[in-house]
């Protein structure tokens, strides 16, 4: 019946009429010639939010999760976060540091890290605050705005596991201090088992050189931990026996509890699921077939399986999740959903292969109040109005 009924719907639309009014033109005038970098059609506009700050060497910008395809994002189109301004740096003269409790401290350039073992992974990376403006009384009026601070790419470069068998660490070795090139010399520290089991130092990204809002020449992808802790612009690691407490540790993403105590180190973005389209500030064209479209991912690894209500969460279907399901990476969910022009609200949840399940938005001011707005990944939740406009609860 749903395939009768979505047949149907295409065929009527379709205006299979208007074949005979094509231009016989089309195909017929000579085309652009051969550019040595390619760009997308003009008729192309998605592009990154940002707002613009008094400090304009500080902010964020937002990837258009709404018009992305599959699960990666394109390098141009990634979110953006940085503390004092992208640093222009020439990778002939950048050196990375790699010192502390080691055996053999060394000085790497680009071309001595592109000469090891390399990996090509595909991995989300996500602002510790992305969609944390649901807490206020306001929401972001469209996923951008409220989901836009993640993104999805194949990143290519050395695992830290292999330098740091390079460098040889000492037994008392179980921190790593990772420090960028840019003015604020932003820092975080990592614990020697996750900077083993599968920490990338990245030069690559979507197949060509990371770009300058993602750290050229060389960044840290720490895989499914905040986005903060991914330091761009690399060019220290310290290891050394405990953690640096650097001020972004020690006060700046720390999460404030309810009984007024704050925790540190809460690195894993957990479980998190959107719908991109239908999503707000879009508009049905009036009742039929769509398909519900969105994404979902966990730091804790694969998505398992997305869950989809078309009914204010009086029930829930299983979405169809696209393959591959990789591990700390963008999943794209899918729904056929046939809308009888009625109000109703929209919204998904993810469940991961840890079996943890995504909490709604009163679970997690149960446990954590809200004064913790990092880390924030209650469900998302589209209204639907009867002319077909897509808002936010």
Known sequence: MRTASRRSFLIASSGLAALAAVPKSWGRELGEPVRPYGERSPF???????????????????????????????????????????????????????????????????EDLQRFPSVSRIHFIECAGNTSGDLASTPRPNVQRSHGLVSCS??????????????GLKPRAKWILAEGADACRMARSIPLDKAIDDVIVAYGQNGEALRPEQGYPIRLVVPGWEGNVCIKWL?????????????????????????????MFTFVMEAKSVIT????????????????????????????????????????Q???????RLTKAFTRFRLPWNWD?????????????????????????????????????????????????????
């Open 277 to 316: 389209r239908p999503s707000g500030e879009q508009t049905l064209h009036g009742p039929g077939f769509y398909e519900i479209s969105g994404l979902a991912w966990s730091g804790r690894g694969r998505i398992e399986r997305v869950e989809v209500s078309t009914d204010g969460a009086d029930s829930w």
């Open 341 to 393: 022009g009625k109000p109703t609200t929209l919204q998904s949840r993810c469940v991961d292969e840890t079996g943890y399940v995504q909490p709604t938005h009163d679970e997690l001011l149960a446990v954590r109040g809200k004064n913790a707005t990092d880390h924030y990944n209650g469900i998302k939740v589209w209204r639907v109005l009867a002319d077909g406009k897509v808002t936010h609860v």
């Open 44 to 110: 192309e506009k998605s592009q990154r939010f940002y707002r613009k700050s008094p400090i304009p060497e500080t902010g964020a910008s937002g990837t258009p999760l709404q018009d992305s395809y599959g699960v990666i994002t394109p390098s141009a189109l990634h979110f953006e976060s940085h503390h004092s301004g992208v640093p222009q740096i020439d990778p002939a003269k950048h050196e990375l540091l790699v010192h502390g409790a080691v055996e053999h401290p060394l000085i790497l350039r680009l």
């Open 154 to 167: 194949e990143w290519t470069g050395v695992t830290l596991k292999t330098l740091l068998e390079e460098v």
């Open 318 to 324: 299983a979405a169809e999740s696209q393959e591959p």
């Open 235 to 263: 060019q220290r690691l310290h290891v050394a026996d405990q953690p640096s407490m650097t001020r972004e540790e020690a006060a700046g993403y720390t999460d404030l509890m309810p009984d007024g105590k704050a925790r």
